[in-house]
Structure formats: C-alpha cells, structure tokens
C-alpha cells in the first residue's frame, strides 16, 4: 500500500510540475479569455492544493522529520486557506479591502514556516557546537538587517495609507526576510553544504521574498496585472517546499567543522552590519534594521569571545595530551624529562629524590595469550595502582610498552618502602599468567646530578637486575636440555641443528628480542616430549603402525605439559605443542589452518624435517640438501608454510655460499 501511495506521488509531482510549465507559457501567449481562465482560476487553485497534498502526504507517509513536515503542511493549508478566502470573498469587489481576513491568513504561514524550519533543523542535523550556533543566529541577523535596509525600507517608501495598511505592506516582506535569514543561517552551519533539501528551501523562500517585494511595488504603482507571470511565484514557491519535502532523506548527519573557515561568517556578517550602519550616516534608514545592525556586532563580538575561549582550551588539551600517556592517563617520557629538570636543581642531601625505572615481566606472553585488548587494559589498571603509591608531589610515568617510572621525594624510611609497594603494584596474578615487574632506581643528588645521568644510572640497575632474572630464568631450560641429552644423546644433536637453523631462519623473517629468544628455545625442546615414548617405539628401526604413530602423536603435549610446569616455559610450550600443525589443517593436536599456528611452530616444524631428510636415518636413505628442499617446495601450501619453505631455502643458500667462500 505504501509502494503505491509512493507511486501516486510520483505522478502527482509531474502533473504539478506540468501544471507549473502550463501556467508558464500561459502568461506569455496570448489566448482567449476562456483559456486565461482555466490557468487563472482551476490550475492555479489546483497548482496551491497539490503543493499542500504533496507535504502533508510526506508528514503521513514517512516518518523520519515528520512533526517539521506536519507543521510546514499546516502552514501551506493556511496559506491555501488564504487564497480560497480572498477568492470567495473578494474576487468579485473592484475595490477589495485591505489588509483583509485573507491577509491574516496569509501571513499565518510565517510563524509555523518558522516553526517548521526551526523543528527540521534540529531534527536533521547533529554535532553543533555553541560557536556554530552563534554563527547561524548572526547570518540570521545580518540577512535580516540587510533584506530590512533594503526590501522593507522600499516598501515603507512606496507605502500610504493608515498605520494598518502600512503594518500589513511591511508585514509580507519581513517575514519573508525572517524566512530567508533562517534558511542563511542553516547555510552557515552546515559550511554551505545543507544538502538538496535546504537547497530547495532556500530557493523556495527567495522566491517568495522576490515576488511579494515586486507584487507590493506594482500594487502601489498601479502595475500589478492579474494573470501574470508574477502570479507563477507563489504555487511555484510552493511545489518548491512540498518537492523539498520529498527530497529529505533519513538520518543525521554530523555537522564537520574540521578544515573550515570559522570566522568567515562572523567576518562577512560584521561587514554587512558596519555597511548598513555606514549608509544610514548618509541615507536614513528604517529604526529596525539599525537595531538588527548593532545586535549583529553584538554576536560577532561573543562569536570572537567564545573562539578566543575555544583556542584557550584546545591550547591547554594540546600541552596535557604532549606529556600524557593516551592509555594510562599517567605522564609520559617528556613529563618525565620535565619534572627531572625541575626537581635536579631542588634535590639535596637533606631533600633527596628518588627516580625507579620498572619493565614489566611476562607482560609478553599475557598479550599473548589474551590478546591486545586485555594488554592494555593490565597496563591500564598497573598504572592506576602505581599511581597511588606515590606519596604528595611525588608523580608516576609511563615511558612506553611495558615501561613504568616513579619519581618521588625521597624522605628518610620510605624508600623501601615505596619500592616494595611500587613492585606490588605492577604484580598481577592469574590462571595462566604471572606478571611481575624488574626495577632500578637512582636517588638523586647522590647517584646523579642531572636528568641523563639520572636515566643512565636507573635504567641500567633495572636491566642488571632482568640480566640477573633471565639467567634465573634460564635454569629450568638448561636442565630440560640436560635430560634430553641424557636421555638421548643423538636426539640431542638433533635438536641442536634444528635450533641453530630456527635462529638464522628467525632473524631472515625479522623476529626480535623476546619471540627471537622463544623461537630458538621452542627449537631446542620441541621433541621434549620424546622422552616419554618408550624405547621399541622410539629407535624401531622400520617404519611404524597406526597404534605406534598416535602414542607419538602425544609427544607435543607431553612437551607442552612439562613445560608448563614452569611459569618461566609455558609460552614456549604453547610454541612446541604447535610443531606438528600443517598448513592446510591436517596436522596435529589441535587441527590449526595456516596463520592460526603460531610463526615460531611453522619455523621449527619445517626446520625439523629439513633436518630429518638431510641427518642419517636407519631405515631411510639420507638426502642431499637440494633434494630436502625440493621436497620441502612440493608440501608448500599443504604440509608447510610457502613463505617459511623459502625462507629456510634461502637460509640454506646463504651457508652454502659462506662454506664456499
């Protein structure tokens, strides 16, 4: 039903706009009286009726804006209203009064088009800000003082007759100006771009500004011919708002004020009021559009005022965002360097300060593990708690990463205590994460006599004590190995040969630092879990049964599990568990496609058949390297990583070329 009443208006907008180009050629052919008549009186009537059906039936039918499009409706039925009125109760008299019934009608459509535009705005647009509110209501003013300097200062000049006649004559052309100046001041808030609705508005109003400007003109001069092209203005000002109507789509979009001009409309504004104020010293000019000049300075003088409150504040956000951290909220390197300025000169024996450098400890395998955004929030809440150890005029930072600082006056007794409950504040502990924090600190005057000094003598203490850390860390790793070896000495070099290829292969993909040192580990101990296979199955010298290879299958958890067991490992037993992954899904525990294994897993896993196919085995012939790889090439896609089989290609390469050189 919907679709159809879409469609009818559909036709009824092209037999109104045929109606409009019909009474166009109308006034100017000349036709018999019979032929005037029929455009003066149905077409017209009929032109004023469809243009108040057409924005009522937009109010019914679609809901979005619909209380701005009802109201505007209304206004269009009082303006029908009024040309009905004056039709039957005047068109007969040769000397109609005036102003009449049917003006006050007429004049009705100015304060609920007002209404109107003012609810479709409001509902159309979101976003403004108090300055762009300020700009639209002194585009609003100056369009007023410039349409009252002129159009109602040329009515007032052409008009006579009592106060009444006067009021009616003035009326017609300032409402149309409070219209237009509405529309102008939708123009300035939306940066001149208000959309095909506005458009259509603004045109529509100019219209009718232009044609009740000529008409009251011509009646005061006697020129005023009815059935005119003059008399065109008003249906056509009117099937311009209705097709603005159905030109109105849904939604709001935001008001942008980034890139643009915003002084332009104060500046144009204060201009068109200083030009009004400058020719009434020459030329007197109406009481009303001199006030609306002076109201119009008025609002370029708080539109200033309120930009100079503007750059005040975003001056201020600017310096608080430059030594802020965007995450925590704490201060950040350069607040850091600042405040160490400012307290070096102020430290002394008597008022030292204290400087703690922390590095968080496996904040890396958490990101890991729960992704990003649980990242950031643990560095989120860290900071907050760091935050508050801080005794008064003390301040806490993050440097970036996992790095946090504190810097604090140093008073006697509390600073053990502000460390220990500083390294606190940095511990969080969960299933399946432990993170802690490494510290160095540097009390200033003493250990330094300046901010560079200071950041030297703090961050290597911190990292001193992660070197002191790793090597602890390191402990249940080499005995692993130890056992390995023990257990199977010829695995043992296996493994050594996978490593030291994972390691040239790591750093060819451009792993780093911590997934560097993880890659060559996982390396090392991917078959760990061997040592559980008991030895029938492990040295058989003959290919295995399908019983034999799922107890095998188990041997990556069993790493993983043994690993584990040790906070310092578990990542790395997350990267073994994975060794046995192919590219297409096919592999073992957990069936992962392509990316879902980790790089590290892929790495090794290709590393680990290289190795295989090129180290003596008793029951299969030995490979050279070249057959390994193309074999390696063939299962690209399938068993392994494309771009890890070339990687490893290439690492291949480049010891060949080394051992010939």
């Known amino acids: 039903m919907v679709r159809q009443a879409l469609r009818g208006i559909f036709w009824l907008q092209l037999v109104a706009l045929v109606g409009i180009a019909g009474f166009a050629v109308h006034t100017v052919v000349e036709e018999g009286a019979d032929i005037a008549w029929f455009f003066d009186y149905p077409v017209y009537y009929t032109l004023v009726v469809m243009a108040v059906v057409l924005c009522a039936s937009r109010a019914l039918l679609v809901r979005d804006h619909r209380l701005g ?27 109609p009064p005036y102003p009449s019934v049917a003006d006050a009608v007429w004049l009705a459509f100015y304060p609920l088009s007002y209404l109107a535009l003012v609810l479709l705005f409001r509902s159309r647009f979101t976003g403004l800000t108090a300055g762009l509110w300020i700009d639209g209501i002194v585009a609003a003013l100056a369009a007023a003082t410039l349409g009252s300097a002129v159009l109602v200062e040329a009515v007032l000049d052409i008009t006579e007759g009592s106060w009444a006649v006067a009021a009616t004559n003035v009326a017609y052309p300032l409402g149309d100006v409070v219209l237009l100046s509405l529309v102008i001041a939708v123009f300035a808030l939306t940066a001149w771009r208000p959309g095909r609705t506005w458009w259509y508005l603004g045109v529509a109003l100019a219209v009718f500004a232009g044609g009740d400007s000529v008409y009251l003109y011509r009646t005061s001069t006697d020129a005023y011919v009815e059935g005119g092209l003059l008399d065109l203005v008003w249906p056509g000002g009117l099937f311009l708002i209705a097709i603005a109507a159905w030109h109105d789509p849904a939604g709001k979009p935001v008001v942008d004020v980034r890139g643009r001009a915003l002084l332009a409309v104060p500046t144009v504004c204060a201009a068109i009021a200083a030009g009004v104020l400058v020719l009434d010293h020459f030329r007197r000019i109406n009481l009303f559009a001199i006030f609306l000049s002076v109201l119009v300075l008025v609002g370029v003088l708080v539109r200033l005022g309120v930009v100079f409150r503007e750059n005040r504040r975003l001056l201020a956000l600017t310096k608080r965002e430059a030594v802020t951290d965007a995450l925590t909220g704490l201060g950040n390197r350069r607040r850091l360097m600042t405040d160490l300025h400012r307290v070096v000169g102020a430290a002394t024996p008597q008022r030292p300060w204290l400087l703690v450098m922390y590095d968080l400890d496996g904040f890396k395998g958490y990101n890991d593990s729960f992704g990003h955004p649980a990242g950031d929030s643990l560095l989120s809440r860290l900071g907050e708690k760091l935050a508050t150890v801080s005794p008064a005029k003390g301040e806490a930072y993050r440097l970036g990463g996992d790095e946090f600082c504190l810097l604090t006056p140093a008073d006697d007794g509390v600073v053990e205590r502000i460390v220990e409950e500083s ?81 040239e292969m790591g750093r060819r993909l451009r792993l780093q630092g911590v997934e560097l040192d993880e890659l060559h580990r996982a390396a090392q101990l991917h078959d760990l879990g061997k040592i559980a296979i008991p030895d029938q199955i492990l040295h058989k010298p003959g290919p295995l049964d399908e019983a034999e290879w799922r107890f095998v299958r188990q041997h990556t958890l069993v790493g993983e ?34 990316e879902e294994i980790p790089l590290a897993s892929r790495i090794i896993f290709a590393c680990d058949a290289f190795a295989a196919m090129t180290g003596e085995r008793a029951y299969r012939e030995t490979k050279t390297q070249e057959e390994a790889l193309e074999e390696l090439r063939a299962c690209a896609g399938t068993q392994f990583d494309p771009v890890v089989v070339e990687a490893l290609a290439e690492c291949i390469r480049a010891r060949t070329s080394a051992a010939a050189a």
């Open 69 to 95: 499009w009802g109201v505007m409706a209304l206004a269009l039925a009082f303006y029908a209203a009024g040309e009905f009125l004056y039709l039957i109760l005047y068109s007969s008299e040769a000397e």
């Open 423 to 503: 390294l606190a504040a940095l511990t969080e502990r969960g299933e399946g994460f432990d993170v802690t924090a490494s510290f160095g600190a540097a009390v200033l005057p003493d250990d330094a006599a300046d901010p560079a000094e200071a950041l030297r003598v703090a961050d290597g203490r911190l990292y001193a004590q992660k070197n002191s850390r790793r090597t602890q860390r390191d402990r249940p790793h080499q005995l692993l190995l130890a056992a390995l070896q023990e257990r199977e000495p010829g695995l043992f070099a296996h493994l050594e040969d996978v490593a030291a290829l994972a390691l």
């Open 561 to 594: 599990r043994i690993l584990g067991a040790s906070p310092s490992l578990r990542s790395i037993g997350l990267i073994v568990r994975a060794t046995h992954e192919r590219w297409d899904g096919s592999g073992y525990p957990d069936g992962l496609r392509g």
